[in-house]
């Protein structure tokens, strides 16, 4: 697999780490925002769980072409153009107030953020060597993480105060960040472009040394997911457990505003918990996802991470006040932190440089749209039960997910060890015989 050739670019991860953060500021700032205001203007499950499908339809259904754009488009172009009309689409949004325009703007919103996350996702990959790669993945991670801690304490502050049109407005300026990102960023991919020197990832890891050519027009290579059943077995886990706590995101409002009796202020700071607690665990599992060369076992990590997390949704349905509900939250952070740099940290090694956009696609479509099942479902339970026992039942259903997916990821696991085993013996097959490669896409 290919990453930045003779040393990293620092500068260049920084630069992306900002754009990251600020964007993603902006994004939970409006999410946020416009929860809020439906919520307190009387809306129900339903309500919210329709704008939020809106802000997630577009990562998924438009993924096969944003992937593609990704590999084959010069990521400054995309960077540039998504940001700048993301703002205006932001401005817009702003001064609108009939509920369709505004589900339409904000599904708009989100097409441009289907564009630039595999954009950015790939670009870090191509700015570092393989030992600085969890590195710069945790510093991706934190930035995202500390935007999506800041934007719902903003937004509840803010509309509380001034409503919700201040901070549109504040998100429409976050998305700059984006066309000066683009601008600015030494390295670039897509188009023409490609990584010229190859470095190795490190010893062990599957597919050591082996980067997959780009086809013979000149195309990034064709490259699937179902055929590297270890990378299948962590989106498909990781996404079932999306799939079966992701009503908490619908849930989570009305548990935190009307079951535990909280404002608006403690909703965005007890909301903030998870995401302080996804920075702290980035940072604290790089290191492990550095030493773990074995990509087996770095999956069966991030299934017990998985199994965490889902078992501080269930101890949270307990609580009694919002105040307790931070600490059991931040905990799950930390362990969603480290699930996050795990997936990037696989997705890097085992993809193709030239078609890490696609790979990156696919990897946030399969997640968001097992996300759409969930944000439905809390819509629906919502009239048929109380939050606090529907916050339960997530996290009992995510360790069910995580219990059916154990025996799959140990499979895949042991598996990938038998086959690097067998092709590195002189009697073996050949390197890469039997591993994960690039098919031609039907």
Known sequence: MSFAPGRSRWSDVWLATAARGVSSCGDFLAASALTLALQSAGAGGPAVAGLLIA??????????????LADRVDSRALLVAAGVVQAAICLALAYAEHPALVTGL??????????????LAALVPAMVTPGDLPRASALHQTAGTLGALAGPALAGVLVG??????????????????????????????????????????????????????????????????????????????????????????IEVFFIRETLGSSTTVYGLVTGAWTLGIVAGAWALAPLARRLTDDGRLLGTGLLLLGGCCLAVLGSAAVPSAWLLMPIWLIGGVLNGGNSVVSNVLLARRVP????????????????????????????????????????????????????????????????RSAATHAATPAGRPPGAGLATPEAAR
């Open 55 to 68: 802000a997630s339809l577009p990562l998924v259904a438009l993924a096969p072409l944003t992937g593609r």
């Open 106 to 119: 904000v599904a708009l919103l989100a097409a441009g953020l289907a564009v630039t996350q595999p954009v």
């Open 161 to 250: 105060q001034f409503g919700a049109r201040v901070p549109l407005l504040l998100d429409a300026v976050s998305y700059l960040a984006l066309v000066a990102a683009g601008l600015l960023i030494r390295t670039r991919r897509g188009g023409a472009r490609t990584v010229r020197d190859v470095h190795p990832v490190p010893a062990g890891a599957v597919g050591d040394g082996h980067p997959t050519p780009a086809c013979g027009d000149g195309s990034a290579p064709r490259w699937r997911l179902r055929p590297d059943r270890l990378l299948f077995a962590m989106v498909a886990s990781l996404a079932g457990v999306v799939g079966a706590v992701g009503a908490i995101n619908v």
């Open 353 to 416: 440089e030239a078609a890490r956009g696609r790979a990156y696609a696919v990897f946030g479509a399969s997640v968001q749209g097992a996300s759409m099942v969930g944000l439905a479902a809390g819509g629906l339970l919502l009239d048929l039960a109380d939050p606090r026992p529907l916050v339960a039942a997530c996290g009992v259903a995510g360790l069910l997910v995580v219990a059916a997916f154990a025996v799959p990821v140990v499979r895949a696991g042991r598996s990938e």
